[in-house]
């Protein structure tokens, strides 16, 4: 079957600090490391086995560790809901003594309750969740990110989650927009965005700013007065091929960027993966990237394969990144764990060279079991 799958699973920090079996408990799931999240959004979240809590809610995008005072002012905020000043690294040390490494798990441009400047729609609507790459401020924000894992010596590699366009789709607390069923394409013309700087960005790259905003806007109102998607972005073919190909330019920068600070600190055996899609048009915490221009000193991709497909992987392979598929292992999100080991044996085949695993904290006992079982499957 070739090389050994690289396996690991994401954990939050709450998962194990305070919880003494914790690092146990994610050693005999027999991963190469866990990813635990260092820089993080809101959230709610179960614990079902920690002893001094069952449900956590990390009230904003917030550091789980200490930052730079040089770089604190652009950062997220210190998490106050666990009882430590490095939950992190408290993390990192509780999972060394079970022989776990630790990658860190870093969300970029996916925030909330945050002070920086953000995508606005055609309709001249703010997504306060998501930060505009365009913005210079924000490629500052996301090199900030990346030299403060960089700077861990606890850190043995970096997962980077929403690192570049982030858009429409996303889990609102108590949304209502499901009222529309957009379409895929609908979906993009709702994340493009219109802030000063993609402006100047379209100009500089021949597009009319404003003509792009009445065509999006004429396209999406069409939906909004119909009953039901229809086909296409409504756009220019040549005009479509020109906005895709800025966002690209700019979401490579961005992450052309991120690796250098990482690799100027941590060298080049040190890894770098992104979470993607290959659909360069997609705007999700899965970014989508084009793989012929992605970022040439990565490491590799996770990509989402969550419903058990293989398409991702399989539309991802051919470039020198590494693929990763991401697989769900939550019986209570969707998942059937009793199928992870045959569904990492068909990534494998469709090129991945690894697996992540979501999620170690959020798993049942039985989830954990069935994780277990498909990972000991796997390295046998």
Same mark, same amino acid.
């Given at each position: ?22 690092? $146990? ?9 866990a ?10 979240a ?10 956590v ?63 606005v ?5 703010v *997504? ?11 490629? @500052?924000y996301?090199?900030?990110l ?14 980077? @989650?929403?690192?570049?366009w *982030?858009?429409? +789709? ?13 379409? @895929?394409?609908?979906? *993009?013309?709702m ?9 100047? $960005?379209y ?8 003509e792009?905003r009445? #065509? ?11 009953s ?35 690799r ?12 993607a ?12 990237? +084009? ?19 293989? @398409? ?28 992870? #080991?045959?569904?990492?044996? #068909? ?9 992540r ?24």
């Open positions: 079957m070739g090389d050994a799958l690289n396996i690991a699973a994401y954990v939050y920090p709450w998962d194990v600090v305070g919880d003494p079996g914790a690092p $146990e408990s994610v050693a005999g799931l027999g991963l190469d490391h990813v635990v999240a260092a820089f993080y959004h809101a959230t709610r179960l614990t079902p086995r920690h002893p001094g809590h069952r449900v809610v990390a009230e904003h995008s917030a550091s789980y560790l200490p930052v730079d005072a040089s770089r604190a002012q652009i950062l997220p905020p210190r998490q106050t809901w666990i009882d430590s000043d490095d939950a992190f690294g408290a993390t990192t040390a509780a999972l060394a003594t079970a022989g776990v490494k630790t990658h860190a798990w870093v969300v970029v441009d996916h925030v909330d309750a945050f002070d920086a400047p953000h995508v729609n055609a309709y001249g609507d *997504y306060q969740w998501a930060l505009c790459p365009a913005q210079e401020t924000v490629h @500052e996301a090199v900030a990346a030299a403060a894992i960089a700077a861990r010596p606890d850190v043995d590699g970096v997962e980077f @989650e929403a690192a570049g *982030y858009g429409f +789709d996303h889990l609102h607390e108590h949304d209502k927009v499901s009222g529309i069923p957009f379409s @895929e394409d609908e979906l *993009y013309l994340s493009l965005c219109f802030c000063d700087s993609c402006r100047s $960005e100009q500089d790259s021949g597009i009319d700013a404003a792009l009445a #065509a999006v806007r004429n396209r999406l109102d069409a939906r909004f007065s119909s039901a998607p229809s086909g296409g972005t409504g756009l220019d073919a040549d005009l479509a091929v020109a906005v895709l190909g800025m966002r690209t330019r700019i979401a490579d920068d961005l992450r052309e960027a991120m690796v250098r600070e990482v100027g600190r941590r060298g080049a055996d040190f890894p770098v993966l992104f979470h899609n290959p659909r360069p048009h997609r705007s999700t915490a899965f970014t989508g990237v +084009d793989l012929a221009t992605f970022a040439k000193d990565a490491t590799g991709v996770v990509v989402n394969s969550w419903d058990g497909s293989t @398409e991702n992987v399989t539309l991802s392979t051919g470039h020198p990144a590494a693929v990763h598929a991401g697989l769900l292992g939550v019986r209570g999100m969707g998942a059937h764990p009793e199928r992870l #080991a045959e569904q990492a044996t #068909a990534m494998r085949t469709a090129g991945a060279k690894g697996i695993l979501y999620h170690a904290g959020l798993a049942s006992n039985g989830d954990l079991e069935a994780i277990r079982l498909a990972v000991a499957a796997c390295r046998s």
